[in-house]
């Protein structure tokens, strides 16, 4: 009776809390670059809402084209719910086990994780054109960043576009200018884009910036992580 009455309150959890936010929210994981940081790994995974079915995905990005290497893209999404007291991280570890050959193929080392140059702590996003700046204490640069989204529609029709303005200074006081990402690249369903994190390869010429996408749910937004990357 008591493993009954835990089951239950862990799944009536879960609901509550899909039911507040009306989506259902992914984890992102940094899974390192190549040691040249030419390429970086990513992944995401989590429990769709209401079905509580986890699910899981992993990405190779080619910094300098800032897209996908080819069959560098796996994912998988569980047919039966999530146990009590699960989080969906089971289906992430079984799906990089799966595909070890993505990793081996692209050199991928887990240990060769970016280094933080922002972490976003606000709650209160704007839902328009975000603007941070940034410092890499260890080349003296100093970032500026801007999120430029185009939104089309509203609600269940809504489709975007984004990209990011970039301003790089040297601490010579040389300035780069970089645009990053595909402007005309169209999104159905995703009402919104705010920065999540920045990293560098620790060789740092890569930078990574993490996107926080908000998708439209049944009722709320879903959130799922994209990357933008650029080579310096």
Partial sequence: MLFKKVIFISIFILTSVSALWGGDTAIFVDLGFSPDGRMYMFGQYGVLSPSLRPWAEIFVVDVARNNFVQNGRASFTQNTPIRAGQDGSGVFHQL?????????????????????????????????????????????????????????GSGQNVRSQFYISLDVTSPNGQVKNYTVGTPNFIRQGVAQYNFKNVIIDPAGGSVIFVIEMRRVAASGFDIRYMVEAVRL
């Fill in 96 to 152: 990089l086990s799966n595909n070890t050959s993505i990793v081996s193929r692209h050199n991928i080392n887990f240990q060769n994780q970016g280094l933080p140059l922002y972490i976003s702590r606000n709650d209160n996003l704007p839902s328009r054109g975000e603007k941070i700046t940034f410092r890499d204490f260890l080349s003296g640069n100093r970032y500026n960043a801007q999120l430029i989204p185009t939104i089309h």
